[in-house]
């Protein structure tokens, strides 16, 4: 059962998320709902099955930060001063709270470099449609939650997250730590 479940969510990821991309190609207006589609699909398929993590990464997109906060929190996360003008401090508490990994990426490349570097067992990523689940494929087989991020000011600027999402993903994460250890 577990071969399968791997075997399937390689199958999504890997041959049917590209296959919607081509057809995404054509049909522009449909791309954004295949991506989220495609998020979906792999939490399902994440929480499907129980998994020994030592490490869990949460991996956070730069336009949470408010644009107007001129700390820098690429390479340092815990630099923020925790005035709590943006989502940043309750993150961080929460990664605290759960003894996490943190890390803000401000696009794919460093979220590759950020995943390679620290070799998380499972993650907890925060982004847009296009960008979680392009990074949900580049970093398979690791188990992956996605979670999309809320955009009130439009793309990139000021976004938000639900926290109550985020804790969820942790917990479940955790639950899945500990029956591994009872087994
Ligand atoms: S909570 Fe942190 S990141 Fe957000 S505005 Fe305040 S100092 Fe900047």
């Given at each position: ?26 049909l ?32 956070l ?39 996490v ?24 990523a ?35 997250v ?22």
């Amino acid at each position: 059962m577990r071969v399968w479940i791997i075997f399937l969510r390689g199958f999504v990821l890997k041959i049917y998320y590209p296959l919607l991309m081509l057809i995404g190609a054509f049909l522009k207006s449909k791309k954004v709902i295949f991506q989220s589609h495609i998020v979906n699909v792999n939490n399902f398929l994440v929480k499907q099955l129980n998994y020994k993590i030592n490490k869990i990464l949460l991996l956070l997109p730069h336009c949470l930060q408010n644009s107007k906060c001129d700390v820098r929190l690429t390479f340092d996360v815990f630099k923020c001063k925790r005035c709590g003008q943006c989502k940043i401090k309750d993150l961080i508490e929460l990664a605290e709270q759960y003894d996490v990994a943190i890390s803000i990426a401000t696009g794919g490349t460093i979220a590759r470099k950020v995943v390679k570097e620290l070799r998380p067992d499972a993650i907890i990523a925060v982004a847009c449609e296009r960008d979680l689940s392009s990074g949900i494929v580049d970093t398979y087989p690791i188990p992956v939650i996605g979670i999309l991020n809320e955009r009130p000011f439009g793309p990139c600027i000021d976004t938000t997250v639900n926290l109550k999402k985020v804790e969820d993903a942790l917990k479940w994460f955790m639950n899945s730590k500990i029956q591994e250890k009872k087994l």
